[in-house]
């Protein structure tokens, strides 16, 4: 069995300061995990994924996560923050498990964005 | 660009009521998947199908049903509508069933009264 848990439901951030969204795992499978955003009324859209290359994963607009396995962590950092970055996240692991545990998602973070 | 299209971006149902929720990808994709998305918990595999007239349960299936009749097209069906179904419904649509590459449609959000 898989699970991701999102340590922070909210997150507030003035502009132009660092994002740090946290999220930790367990599987019992070498994992594929991935940061996925949704923007108020749009799909969901991928951001970036990690599938057991580089440690250091870096995803569209500016986004960028370090999966680090001694503490089964893989937090979404990004340097700046910007107004349109005001979505919320979610992240997900992939697992090889049964027919119905193919992308198991956290409960999502919501980050807001202060001028 | 991939396009996952649903049929209604807000739908009003009473209790008992037969309800339809239609999604149609333009990108042939084998596989096509229908999620609830409730505050807190994230996304939640209903039903998956990988090929037509295929599907296969997800986590959640009770209460729902699914129909693909069509490889573009994948209906999800609540026989009976009730208030515990008030939520978002998010459909994709991906090339692997085990893949990260599913690409999902707006979304519903259905209440039901």
């Known amino acids: 069995a898989q699970s991701v848990t999102q340590l922070d439901s909210h997150v507030s951030v003035s502009e132009g300061t660092p994002v740090l969204l946290r999220c930790n795992y367990s599987?019992?499978?070498?994992?594929?995990l991935f940061w996925y955003v949704q923007h108020p009324n749009k799909g969901l859209q991928l951001l970036l994924k990690?599938?057991?290359?580089?440690?250091l994963v870096k995803g569209i607009n500016g986004f960028e996560a370090e999966f680090k396995k001694s503490e089964t962590s893989f937090h979404l950092t990004k340097p700046s923050a910007h107004m349109s970055d005001a979505a919320e996240y979610f992240c997900?692991?992939?697992?090889?498990?049964?027919?119905?545990?193919?992308?198991?998602f956290g409960g999502g973070t919501r980050l807001m964005v202060k001028p | 660009d991939v396009k996952v299209t649903q049929s209604s971006r807000y739908l009003v149902k009473r209790t008992g009521e037969k309800v339809f929720l239609e999604c149609v990808q333009d990108?042939?994709?084998?596989?096509m998947f229908w999620y609830r998305q409730d505050p807190g918990l994230g996304l939640r595999l209903i039903y998956f199908?990988?090929?037509?007239?295929?599907?296969e349960k997800g986590d959640i299936p009770e209460g729902y049903s699914v129909s693909r009749e069509k490889k573009e097209r994948f209906s999800l069906i609540l026989e009976s509508a009730s208030t515990n179904q008030t939520s978002m419904y998010l459909c994709?649509?991906?090339?692997?069933?085990?893949?990260?590459?599913?690409?999902f449609g707006p979304g519903t959000r259905l209440t039901v009264t």
């Open positions: 994709a649509s991906g090339r692997e069933v085990r893949s990260y590459e599913q690409y």
């Open positions: 599987s019992s499978y070498s994992p594929s």
């Open positions: 990690y599938t057991s290359a580089a440690t």
């Open positions: 997900v692991v992939s697992g090889s498990g049964g027919a119905g545990n193919m992308l198991t």
């Open positions: 990108m042939d994709h084998e596989n």
């Open positions: 199908s990988y090929d037509v007239k295929m599907k």
